[in-house]
């Protein structure tokens, strides 16, 4: 064989590659995250008010009782199309971190402490968006807690700093 036959061999190899295996791969990773994508592409700034800080009030519903439970201070860093993501940090749970999507008028949004305790207690909060109130939000959380299940309502209002 010479150097230009095994040149071809060589790049046919290459080309089948890209062809049966990159190429496929590629498009089935775009598949996976092509709502991620596409919001963050094609979402605009309709919920970039969102960023900033927010001061919120958090009460634990067991039964009929409604007990608050805490105050904290949440910040939302980034508002990409319909994906959202932030900190906050409490005097109780420490600092946490969650990341979320925006759907219709409303966005939920999954947390996870940084500290050993709070990493064992993860949850998740569900707020509806106001147009009429943009600088409040009210909603519910969950989270676990010791393999239980414990929630109850949020009321958020945006930081007038």
Do not use: C
Not at 70 to 88: D, N
Not at 123 to 146: M, S
């Amino acid at each position: 064989m010479d150097s230009t036959t095994t040149d071809k061999m060589y790049l046919d190899s290459v080309i089948v590659i890209i062809k049966h295996i990159i190429i496929p791969l590629v498009f089935w990773i775009i598949g996976i995250y092509i709502d991620d994508i596409r919001n963050f592409l094609f979402g605009g700034r309709k919920y970039s008010y969102l960023k900033g800080t927010w001061i919120t009030e958090w009460w634990q519903i067991d039964s009929d009782n409604k007990t608050k439970l805490l105050s904290s201070s949440i910040t939302i860093t980034a508002v990409y199309g319909k994906i959202l993501r932030g900190y906050g940090h409490s005097v109780t749970y420490g600092e946490f971190n969650f990341k979320g999507k925006i759907a219709n008028s409303a966005f939920v949004a999954q947390y996870t402490g940084k500290s050993k305790i709070a990493q064992d207690r993860p949850g998740v909060f569900l707020l509806r968006i106001d147009t009429e109130q943009p600088n409040v939000l009210a909603g519910v959380w969950a989270q676990n807690k010791n393999d239980i299940i414990v929630r109850g309502d949020t009321l958020w209002r945006q930081s007038q700093k």
